[in-house]
């Protein structure tokens, strides 16, 4: 069974930085396509960065692309969302995604959902 389980979230000002992780038990992150999405209230699904595994590609979404990073640590089964010069917009439920069907940034094509972690970002 695979497990996804997020840490990191909360409150920040506007300008300020914050990295969620996200570990992967059960499975590794190097077999399968990868992605990180957010929910706002009242708005859908966004996704915001996603990666194919066959050839290590990877998307940013132009909301937050050149402020937020994806890395992963492999020995860990683990991937951080890096997110910089954050702002009120950002505020959302963050979610990371993983399947071997998954593809670019449709979300029922993702099977393993984390937990979810909200971010508030202040003005």
């Known amino acids: 069974q695979v497990q996804l389980v997020e840490s990191g979230g909360g409150s920040v000002q506007s300008g300020e930085s914050m990295t969620m992780s996200c570990e992967a038990s059960?499975?590794?992150?190097?077999?399968?396509?990868l992605a990180w999405f957010r929910q706002a209230p009242g708005k859908e699904r966004e996704g915001i960065w996603c990666?194919?595994?066959?050839?290590?590609?990877?998307l940013y979404s132009d909301s937050v692309k050149g402020r937020f990073t994806m890395t992963k640590d492999k020995a860990k089964n683990t991937m951080y969302l890096q997110m910089n010069m954050l702002k009120p917009e950002d505020s959302a439920e963050y979610f990371c995604?993983?399947?071997?069907w998954g593809h670019g940034f449709y979300g029922p094509s993702y099977d393993y959902w984390s937990q979810g972690t909200r971010i508030t970002v202040s003005s």
């Open positions: 059960g499975s590794s992150f190097d077999q399968w396509p």
């Open positions: 995604a993983a399947g071997p």
């Open positions: 990666s194919r595994n066959n050839d290590g590609r990877e």
